[in-house]
């Protein structure tokens, strides 16, 4: 069996497998079979790296007949980047969600939802079809909005339920543009498509498409369900769905506008998607300056960090004579995806284990904790390098690639953003740093088992390591590129 077709279907068989287990074998048959999907996930990226993408008709039957899946450098870096998300946040969830600590339901429930959710990002980094993608999409936003509702409070209910309502309305705007396509053109292969003769209604579909897509990954202005729905829900779903969720949709984007209808980019289009990313990482960063809990400064973080992966619309291209290196932009967005998934999975992952030792995440009570949990303190200052944009962090090669880039185009706006964004995440994180490394603790914090404290530190250090060992996964992004990666839109 592949390595492809492991990571695919082994999510979901186990997430099957652990509804019908007893409580006691639960979690070591999930921490079993996520060790098994980290394993095909390296044995996949090795395999493209070698090989080149790696195609597989399902049934044999190539598009428009049958249903083609492809591993490109950019699936493999991002199912790489979810498998080593996913099995830290199953490590750390095995100590957090207890049944005896949260409760059965919780304790239950969280571990198919953490599944159904793996499969669901699998599947849509591997399809090459738009209802397929849209399949994909639905059950990831159905898992994801059942993780938010998981402790079942009056708050998490009200975050889930306006989260359902943005998911439910970007689908419909979705699966519109779908129609539209298939209606046109007869096919939904983006392969196909890319090929196609141009028709009327394909700027409509491509706008409906986006703009429901816009709306699932709470691009500013749809943003407004994304930080009460993180900051609500137990903090191993957090990390997944701010560290995870949000990059489905926005590889959907990728692939339809950078390899399906790159035909139908307009300045004006390409100025919009940009601007509204832009605006995201202001306004999400004042908003997470003015906080006061540790989870709802990271998720309000997680709203300016997604304005950046946007500037990849103006920026792709550039000026290809002025830049050292092809398609920067364009990789320096998904740089910005992969480093901020590790250390935003990193940042939940430790305020899970201070709400454990002190039932807290106010900033207040947070005050000379890293005395008594120095390695969670340390994990925390990691994952706010890369969250700046500091050296030599992986988020530092993307910012470093996307104000380059701008600068080559002479779109040097972009390139204000950049920096002020980063000075105000400096900001908002100097806050909890601060009070975190303060003298004195305020609190007292019963004891935490040093594996689950190890967990945020490994993913922290990953984070950085991406910038430090940036070749590697730099020509692994370039496998499989899309032309106007280096052409631009």
Do not use: C
């Not at 953003?417 to 900001?427: M, N, T």
């Amino acid at each position: 069996m592949s390595a492809l077709v492991i990571v695919l279907t082994l999510p979901l068989m186990t997430a099957l497998t652990v509804l019908l287990l007893p409580a006691r074998a639960r979690v070591p048959v999930v921490l079993a079979s996520s060790a098994l999907i980290v394993l095909a996930a390296g044995a996949l990226v090795l395999a493209v790296w070698h090989g080149g993408p790696v195609t597989l008709a399902v049934g044999g039957w190539a598009p428009p007949l049958g249903i083609a899946l492809r591993a490109d450098g950019l699936a493999a870096a991002l199912i790489m980047m979810s498998a080593l998300v996913m099995g830290a946040v199953a490590l750390a969830a095995q100590f957090e969600l207890t049944p005896d600590r949260v409760g059965v339901r919780m304790g239950f429930g969280f571990w198919p939802l953490m599944l159904l959710l793996w499969g669901a990002l699998n599947a849509v980094y591997l399809s090459r079809d738009l209802f397929n993608l849209y399949v994909g999409i639905e059950l990831l936003s159905l898992a994801a909005v059942a993780l938010v509702a998981l402790s079942g409070s009056a708050q998490a209910l009200a975050a889930a339920l306006r989260y359902m309502i943005f998911a439910l309305a970007g689908s419909l705007l979705y699966l519109a543009g779908v129609v539209l396509a298939y209606g046109a053109h007869g096919t939904l292969d983006i392969g196909l498509l890319a090929v196609r003769v141009p028709a009327h209604t394909d700027a409509l579909a491509l706008a409906l498409m986006t703009a429901g897509l816009l709306a699932k990954t709470a691009l500013f202005p749809f943003h407004v369900w994304l930080p009460p729905a993180h900051a609500g829900a137990p903090a191993p779903a957090s990390a997944l769905l701010s560290a995870l969720v949000p990059k489905a949709s926005f590889l959907i984007l990728i692939r339809l506008w950078f390899e399906a209808m790159p035909d139908l980019a307009s300045g004006a289009a390409l100025l919009v998607l940009a601007a509204l990313g832009a605006i995201a990482v202001i306004w999400g960063g004042v908003l997470a300056l003015v906080q006061k809990r540790l989870k709802l400064i990271i998720a309000y973080s997680t709203v300016a960090q997604l304005g950046y992966l946007f500037f990849i619309f103006p920026l792709a291209g550039g000026d290809g004579s002025a830049q050292p290196w092809a398609a920067g932009a364009w990789t320096g967005a998904m740089f910005q995806a992969l480093s901020h998934g590790l250390a935003k999975a990193a940042m939940f992952l430790t305020a899970g284990i201070y709400i454990a030792a002190i039932g807290s995440d106010r900033l207040g009570d947070l005050r000379g904790l890293a005395r008594s949990l120095p390695m969670t303190g340390f994990a925390f200052a990691l994952a706010a390098i890369t969250l700046m944009g500091l050296p030599p962090s992986g988020g530092f090669t993307a910012k470093y690639l996307l104000m380059t880039s701008a600068f080559a185009a002479g779109q040097w706006p972009w390139a204000l953003v950049l920096a002020g964004g980063g000075v105000l995440a400096a900001a908002y994180l100097y806050r909890p740093i601060a009070a975190l490394f303060a003298q004195g603790a305020r609190t007292p914090a019963r004891p935490i088992p040093r594996v689950w404290q190890a967990v945020p530190l490994v993913l922290a250090a990953l984070s950085i390591l991406l910038g430090l060992l940036s070749a590697i996964p730099f020509d692994l992004l370039q496998i499989g590129r899309p032309a106007p990666a280096q052409e631009g839109l």
